[in-house]
T-cell receptor, first 115, second 116 residues
């Protein structure tokens, strides 16, 4: 069975600091990878996704992620965070070719940005 | 606003009871997914329906069941409730069509279930 692990459960940064949230997955086949964000009191929103091609993907709000197949990783980055980035971040996996299937999520990282 | 609606927003009930959570997908989406988010288990996929038929099952307990109606709304039924069933239940929808690898899922605001 597939799994997703996120290394940091809580991260506290100051505004303008750089961000990197770790995500590793376990699955023997081809995967589609995602980062979702959940702002306080809101629903899950897609930040970015990787299906194939360029392993560096850009998403909304200045976020990007790099897929490193050899490391089974899909880390999320942002060069300069803002207070409004305070949220819960989830890395997720979908088994490629498994059209009928749900997403497998990591446990999430709670990011707090201090002004 | 994702276009996916869920009712009720909050539900408080007692152990042993049965509840029904409702989800209306985005207009045009044929597929509905249910997820459970709890403190210890995180976000887990429960079940997927496509155009009224069950398509995939995740970590769904036998006490739980779901269905999708002809108007495409879906209901998740939770019975013989236990304290550990307290969680946030999310519904998501997509334009999933058979054979496509993946279609983006759009999430609703969730129903918070508290079992006392």
């Amino acid at each position: 069975a597939q799994s997703v692990s996120q290394h940091n459960h809580h991260v506290i940064l100051s505004e303008a600091a750089s961000l990197e949230l770790g995500c590793n997955y376990s699955y023997g086949g081809t995967v589609n990878l995602f980062w979702y964000v959940q702002y306080p009191g809101q629903h899950l929103q897609l930040l970015l996704k990787y299906f194939s091609g360029d392993p560096l993907v850009k998403g909304i709000k200045g976020f990007e992620a790099e897929f490193i197949k050899s490391k089974f990783s899909f880390n999320l980055r942002k060069p300069s965070v803002q207070w409004s980035d305070t949220a819960e971040y989830f890395c997720a996996l979908h088994r490629s070719g498994g059209g009928a299937d749900g997403l497998t999520f990591g446990k999430g990282t709670h990011l707090i940005i201090q002004p | 606003d994702s276009g996916v609606t869920q009712t009720p927003k909050h539900l408080i009930t007692a152990t042993g009871q049965r509840v029904t959570l409702r989800c209306s997908p985005r207009s045009g989406d044929l597929s509905v997914y249910w997820y459970q988010q709890s403190l210890d288990q995180g976000l887990q996929f429960l079940i997927q329906y496509y155009n009224g038929e069950e398509r995939a099952k995740g970590n769904i307990l036998e006490r739980f069941s779901a269905q999708q109606f002809p108007d495409l709304h879906s209901e998740l039924n939770l019975s013989s409730l236990e304290l550990g069933d307290s969680a946030l239940y999310f519904c998501a929808s997509s334009v999933y069509t058979s054979g496509r690898s993946y279609n983006e899922q759009f999430f609703g605001p969730g129903t918070r279930l508290t079992v006392l």
